[in-house]
């Protein structure tokens, strides 16, 4: 059997996305919360070209997929953690460390999850929001938010609270969320909104200088939620037709 020499490709992109949460702490540790939220972000990036990168050299192994999983246990699961501690949460002593460490701990449950339930190397959706979603959703709001001469507003410091809680729970929730759509001409014709909303998402990321990523992951977050909550009480409306609920949860829950 011929051997692929490209199969090296994918696990160094998740080696940058690795280095990038390394960076992302070390940032963190030193107070430049801006910088840190940036390595957080540039990690997402990383991580979404080892996948691409996989299908498009055809070199998916189980080995990348579980240093896959070790790189973000790091980039967004402990730099998140480490970055809102050191900003904020650091305030609540025992209490501030605890609420930190919840990224962490349900980001790692999710990826373990993940690879339990795993069968082949792609996927249609994700069963709960992403542990990158998640860690980007917080560095996204760091970077909209705050200033670093007058800081961040007592408002938007107190926010953070219980949206690491909602990120959390949501991470190891059942609610289906999109993958990334495939940069074709097919996936432009089969989902245009989930297409455009992804890739107009990327433009609009460039010229706001970042600014347009925290709203875009909270829209993508709510839309998950209520098309989960609407599946759900669809056989109670009257609008199950002819497909079972799970045949439609299968097919309808990922295609905007």
Not at 11 to 16: A, E, I
Not at 81 to 97: A, M, T
Not at 156 to 162: F, H, M
Not at 172 to 185: A, C, E, G, Q, R
Request: proline share 4%; charged share 15%.
């Amino acid at each position: 059997m011929k051997r692929n020499k490209f199969i090296f490709v994918p696990s160094l992109f998740t080696v940058l996305n690795m280095f990038s949460g390394f960076l992302a702490i070390l940032y963190a540790m030193s107070d430049l919360y801006i910088q840190s939220a940036w390595f957080i972000i540039l990690a997402a990036i990383f991580d979404s070209l080892d996948g691409a990168m996989a299908r498009l050299t055809k070199s998916a192994t189980e080995f990348g997929v579980e240093l896959d999983s070790l790189a973000d246990v790091i980039s967004f699961g402990v730099a998140p953690s480490v970055l809102v501690y050191k900003f904020y949460f650091h305030e609540f002593g025992e209490i501030g460390v605890f609420l930190s460490s919840l990224l962490m701990i349900f980001g790692a449950m999710r990826l373990a999850r993940f690879n339990v339930e795993l069968v082949g190397f792609d996927k249609e959706f994700f069963k709960g929001l992403p542990i990158p979603s998640s860690a980007s959703t917080v560095a996204s709001y760091i970077i909209l938010f705050y200033n670093e001469e007058t800081g961040m507003p007592n408002f938007e410091k107190y926010a953070l609270i219980p949206m690491v809680v909602a990120l959390s729970l949501l991470m190891v929730s059942s609610i289906k969320y999109d993958t990334i759509p495939k940069f074709s001409l097919k996936t432009l014709k089969t989902s245009p909104v989930k297409f455009l909303y992804f890739y107009l998402g990327i433009v609009l990321a460039i010229i706001t200088r970042g600014k347009i990523i925290f709203p875009w992951f909270v829209l993508f977050i709510i839309f998950g939620a209520l098309r989960s909550l609407f599946n759900t009480f669809k056989p109670v409306l009257g609008l199950a037709g002819t497909k079972s609920t799970e045949e439609e949860d299968e097919f309808n829950d990922f295609d905007i």
